[in-house]
């Protein structure tokens, strides 16, 4: 009997130990870079992507009528994220007529941001802040062209907010390929894949960051798509918005900032 109880005992010891061990282990992979999405995450969009896409349809001249808009319009919706080129290639089937879509949506979303502004998803500036004031890198990355980044980052005042800002012109592929953080982890000398987090409004945002391996895959529910997309594509954790995410990665002491 005493021998029983003393084994029972044990394996209660042993397995404490390893629960004490395992979290030492996750307390060690603090979080080096955070690579946060623009439109949607970070910035308001209030449908001007859309709308940009719209106009650029119409301008270049195979704008869609009937349900074959409606499929284009959905289409569009479910690839929020992902290169700009990348959506208009597939919905022209053309490369010529794609290349000049892509030209108009910029110009058309310039245009747009002229006209109605834009201004950043309340909190984001001192959740940037925050997060860099803690000795984490900071980068931004984009579904835009590199001249659409620049056009969007000036109108917020934005040129020095993060680390680096990255288009898929930059990194090689877009969303939601892995390019744009592993070119994040890479250019700020982060040390592993588990030490980055990555944080999106869209699946695309989300299969981006399981696909680089990153430790942390976080959505929020500010943009395109809504918990259940985003918890489907990959995300550890879902935050209404970006402003709770200094507080989950345990860099803020108000826990109301959390969902």
Same mark, same amino acid.
């Given at each position: 009997? %005493? ?10 010891? !042993? ?26 995450? %970070?910035?308001?969009?209030? /449908? ?30 479910? %690839? ?33 941001? !002229? ?20 000795? !984490?890198?900071?980068? $931004?990355?984009? /579904? ?8 969007? $980052? ?19 592929? +877009? ?13 700020? /000398? ?18 981006? +960051? ?50």
């Amino acid at each position: 009997m %005493t021998t029983d109880i003393d084994t029972e005992t044990a394996v209660e010891l !042993a397995e404490i130990e390893l629960t004490e061990e395992l979290s030492e282990l996750e307390d060690s992979h603090e979080i080096e870079l955070v690579v946060l999405d623009m439109a949607g995450t %970070t910035v308001r969009d209030d /449908g001007l992507v859309e709308r940009a896409f719209a106009l650029a349809a119409e301008r270049a001249g195979f704008a869609p009528e009937g349900a074959a808009r409606e499929g284009a319009r959905q289409y569009v919706r479910d %690839t929020m994220g992902q290169s700009k080129i990348e959506v208009f290639r597939v919905l022209t089937g053309d490369e010529e007529l794609a290349q000049r879509a892509n030209l108009e949506f910029e110009g058309a979303y310039a245009e747009l941001i !002229a006209e109605v502004g834009v201004s950043p998803i309340p909190g984001a500036e001192e959740a940037i802040r925050a997060l860099r004031g803690a000795g !984490a890198s900071v980068v $931004l990355t984009t /579904g835009f062209s590199p001249a659409t980044r620049d056009a969007l $980052l000036d109108a917020l005042g934005w040129s020095d907010l993060a680390d680096l800002v990255l288009a898929p012109a930059d990194a090689g592929r +877009g969303r939601p390929h892995p390019d744009m953080p592993l070119t994040a982890l890479l250019r700020t /000398g982060t040390s592993s894949v588990d030490a980055m987090a990555v944080i999106g409004d869209t699946q695309s945002d989300m299969l981006s +960051g399981v696909n680089a391996g990153a430790g942390l895959v976080v959505g929020v529910l500010t943009g395109a798509h809504d918990r259940d997309a985003l918890e489907a594509a990959g995300a550890d954790e879902v935050l209404d918005s970006i402003a709770g995410l200094p507080a989950l990665l345990g860099l803020a002491d108000d826990a109301d900032e959390l969902p």
